[in-house]
């Protein structure tokens, strides 16, 4: 249960109390791994939490100080294509919700549709489209955490999305923007389904983050996304599709990523 979940990391964090989640999607995991505090094995020690199976992802939840504010990572996420329901897949984003975060910053690696977008370039999640076929909030709804029929007009936050594009620009990182699309994988997609998600609006496609997003902005927190684009879409190039180039870029891309990162987070 969830609360067996929260329960045990409030009684490993004691007064620490995170304001910022971050999920570390495929390849950004190493960003935890600068950080001085508390780490919990999400396999072999929290009760009920799921535990990632897929290269890329360690499994694990690190809590501590990150450029002067309380950040929990999450190194990693687990996948509908697991063989998990949405409600276990989303289950981490409701205890960042339980232990007191405000601002949730979702990261994944996406394939390029927008064909002016390439491998190792990031992309800031302005919209999404859900094409999962199925929706996190299914079933009963739990009145503690949010509303029956939540809206979702604006769940990437303008005002989140302004702060990141000025980060980049101070950087002088080139800083994409663009709609989401997630399908369930795991086959990537065709490149018939890549043109019709062109002609839908989406500029990049992947396996994940929609979900989080839903239940984030449900439960009432703040929503920030970033995509790291580490290959071209099925079609976009003659190149076959692997997750290895997905590791791949995604490391290319990680500098960028983990100083655009730190200078959100200082200025949050």
């Known amino acids: 249960m969830i609360s067996d979940s929260v329960n045990f990391i409030k009684n490993k964090l004691l007064n620490f109390e995170p304001e910022i989640g ?7 995991g190493e960003l935890a791994d600068e950080v001085n ?17 897929v290269e890329g992802h360690k499994g694990r939840l690190v809590l501590g100080e990150f450029e002067g504010k309380n950040v929990l990572f999450m190194q990693g996420r687990v996948h509908y294509y697991e063989g998990l329901s949405l409600d276990k897949v989303t289950m981490p984003v409701k205890v960042f919700k339980l ?3 405000k601002t949730v910053i979702l990261t994944n690696a996406a394939g390029a549709v927008n064909k002016r977008f390439n491998p190792a370039d ?8 859900n094409f999962m076929g199925v929706n996190p909030l299914v079933g009963k709804n739990n009145d503690k955490l949010g509303t029956r029929f939540p809206d ?15 980060c980049a620009a101070d950087l002088g990182i080139k800083l994409r ?15 018939a389904e890549i043109n019709m998600f062109r002609l839908m609006g989406a500029d990049a496609v992947g ?15 703040n929503v920030m996304g970033i995509s790291c684009i580490t290959n071209y879409a099925a079609g976009v190039s003659d190149k076959k599709l692997s997750h290895s180039e997905v590791i791949e ?5 990680k500098k960028d990523f983990k100083n655009l990162i730190r200078k959100i987070v200082k200025n949050l």
């Open 22 to 28: 971050i999920v570390l999607g495929s390849g950004l």
């Open 37 to 53: 505090g508390i780490t919990i094995d999400e396999s072999g020690e929290l009760p009920d939490f799921p535990a990632p199976t």
């Open 99 to 101: 232990l007191g975060v």
């Open 122 to 129: 990031l992309m800031l999640i302005t919209d999404h489209i």
């Open 152 to 166: 979702m007009s604006e769940i990437y936050k303008k005002n989140l999305r302004d702060l990141a594009k000025k």
């Open 177 to 191: 923007e663009g709609v989401y699309l997630a399908t369930s994988g795991p086959s990537y997609e065709t490149p």
């Open 207 to 221: 396996m994940s983050t929609v979900p989080e997003a839903i239940v984030a902005n449900y439960c009432g927190m």
């Open 249 to 253: 870029n995604a490391d290319i891309a």
